[in-house]
């Protein structure tokens, strides 16, 4: 089963003047601007590295519930945030790092099965499985 999904970009102009503007298939993101000075000097608008962060967090988070669901363990709450460093490299700029910051809240089973799942779920969500890059976390576990 394949399941294909898109996200669209348009931009007009050059690196430094130009305006763009990303959507998705769903509608849950409708022409919203990015550019260079929302991704390098925090200007309001989205930039590529936010929306890999965000996709990250959610693709583990999902994973991580599921994990948990097999080992008959129910996560109350996880909270992910995915930092994306995008660093100068090779002449040119390249995601070369992700963080995941966890917050786990858990019933039904212990911290250490509760930190394997998270492991797991760091290492085997299809968006972990994307990206070339470092994939570190921290892990906070309440169970």
């Known amino acids: 089963m394949t399941i294909k999904k898109f996200g669209a970009a348009e931009w007009s102009g050059g690196i430094k003047d130009g305006k763009g503007k990303v959507s998705t298939e769903s509608g849950a993101l409708e022409n919203q601007p990015y550019g260079f000075n929302t991704r390098f000097e ?3 608008g989205t930039n590529p590295e936010e929306l890999i962060g965000a996709a990250h967090a959610g693709c583990f988070s999902m994973a991580l519930s599921k994990i948990l669901g097999e080992d008959d363990m129910v996560a109350e ?11 100068k490299k090779d002449g040119g700029f390249a995601v070369t790092a992700i963080h995941l910051d966890v917050k786990l809240k858990v019933s039904g ?3 250490q099965s509760a930190e394997k799942a998270a492991k797991s779920a760091k290492e085997n969500c299809p968006i972990s499985k994307l990206l070339n890059a470092d994939i570190s976390m ?3 576990v309440d169970a």
């Open 42 to 44: 925090d200007e309001v």
């Open 77 to 87: 709450k996880i909270e992910t945030k995915a930092t994306v460093s995008l660093d």
């Open 109 to 111: 089973g212990d911290k």
């Open 138 to 140: 921290d892990l906070s």
